[in-house]
């Protein structure tokens, strides 16, 4: 399952594309730290998003997801775009239960 506004592979949103909902914005980040076999959306973007920031956690749940994304949203709006890494570095600093321990 593709969303059409996703994160293209250099951090740049496509061109044209509608907003998501808050829903489905929670299950897209989320979704980037599951493993590739659990993942739900699965599209190249998440993909990549789980092999450089979101393989060292575990899946956070959609409130977790909600809670970094309004905090990153209030602080900076244009994140997704601009700056993905935050939500990893701001999961990390408000749950760090989620950080994957070798």
């Not at 493993?35 to 990549?48: K, L």
């Not at 060292?56 to 409130?63: N, Q, V």
Request: hydrophobic share 30%; aromatic share 8%; net charge negative.
């Amino acid at each position: 399952m593709n969303h059409p506004d996703e994160l293209a592979i250099h951090g740049q949103r496509t061109p044209h594309t509608p907003a998501r909902s808050p829903r489905e914005r929670q299950e897209f980040w989320a979704d980037t730290c599951r493993e590739i076999t659990q993942m739900q959306i699965g599209s190249p973007t998440v993909i990549e998003l789980y092999r450089k920031y979101g393989c060292r956690f575990c899946p956070p749940t959609l409130e977790q997801a909600r809670h970094v994304i309004q905090a990153l949203d209030s602080a900076m709006p244009t994140w997704e775009a601009t700056n993905p890494e935050l939500f990893y570095q701001t999961l990390e600093l408000n749950f760090p239960e989620l950080v994957r321990r070798p």
